[in-house]
């Protein structure tokens, strides 16, 4: 991994100790498994696909307010597979781009009423072939609704393991893998979402408050001109 200026390069037992060592104080900060933390309302794996395919540029808050009449309306697949799409696109327009994801829901529904009838996959491969359904959303999926190692990698997951000095990588896939060797796979779902939460409050993208952060002692971007100034052109590394 590059180290950044004036740090020495870390090797990889010393790295897995420090992420072992912020995964348990971020589970002391933020509570709870990854059912528990996950902010978008949802009863089944169906319902969190939907919701999560519908938080793309869009907050979990807004989400919430939508799905219920959206689940009421279409509580499975088999429903949602014969929506009409205006209605679909009503019931959803405040979350943002309605129409693409209105063709996503419903190519999703359709696809899983035909190929999965009566059951949900699980696999990784089953669920992103599903239309509108990448990796970050199967492994949402997987590590909140289904029990399954799944360690979904979104903004603040990949600015913050970069900050942090656990990857080197920009490419999300890149990261996933890095974050999953330091940490076991029970962890993967739960330090996602621990991660948001700090992201969200804490490690901000442009004023991260690193004098009221438990991670600064951890953390080789800590004070840094770079991170002061939200600049850019300095990326973290």
């Not at 090797?11 to 528990?36: D, M, N």
């Not at 989400?63 to 019931?91: H, S």
């Not at 999953?180 to 804490?202: D, F, K, M, N, T």
């Amino acid at each position: 991994m590059a180290s950044l200026p004036g740090v020495p390069r870390e090797s990889r037992a010393a790295k897995t100790t420090r992420a072992v060592e912020i995964a348990r104080l971020l589970a002391e900060e933020y509570p709870g498994t990854a059912q528990h933390l996950c902010a978008l309302e949802h009863e089944g794996p169906f319902q969190l696909l939907v919701a999560t395919i519908l938080s793309a540029q869009c907050t979990d808050e807004r989400v919430n307010m939508v799905t219920p009449a959206l689940f009421a309306r279409y509580p499975d697949a088999e429903a949602m597979a014969d929506a009409d799409p205006a209605e679909v696109e009503e019931l959803i327009k405040s979350t943002g781009f309605f129409r693409s994801k209105t063709s996503h829901l419903i190519g999703m529904a359709r696809a899983m009423a035909e190929k999965h009838p009566g059951a949900f996959p699980r696999q990784m491969e089953e669920l992103t072939a599903l239309p509108g359904v990448g990796r970050k959303t199967a492994n949402v999926v997987r590590s909140v609704a289904l029990g399954l190692p799944g360690l979904p990698v979104d903004t603040h997951v990949s600015r913050l393991s970069r900050r942090l000095g656990l990857t080197a990588a920009t490419d999300p896939v890149k990261i996933e893998t890095d974050l999953c060797a330091l940490l076991p796979e029970s962890q993967w779902g739960a330090i996602s979402l621990r991660l948001i939460l700090h992201g969200r409050r804490v490690c901000k993208a442009r004023r991260p408050l690193c004098e009221q952060c438990l991670l600064a002692p951890l953390c080789p971007s800590a004070g840094t001109a770079a991170l002061a100034t939200g600049d850019k052109r300095r990326p973290l590394r």
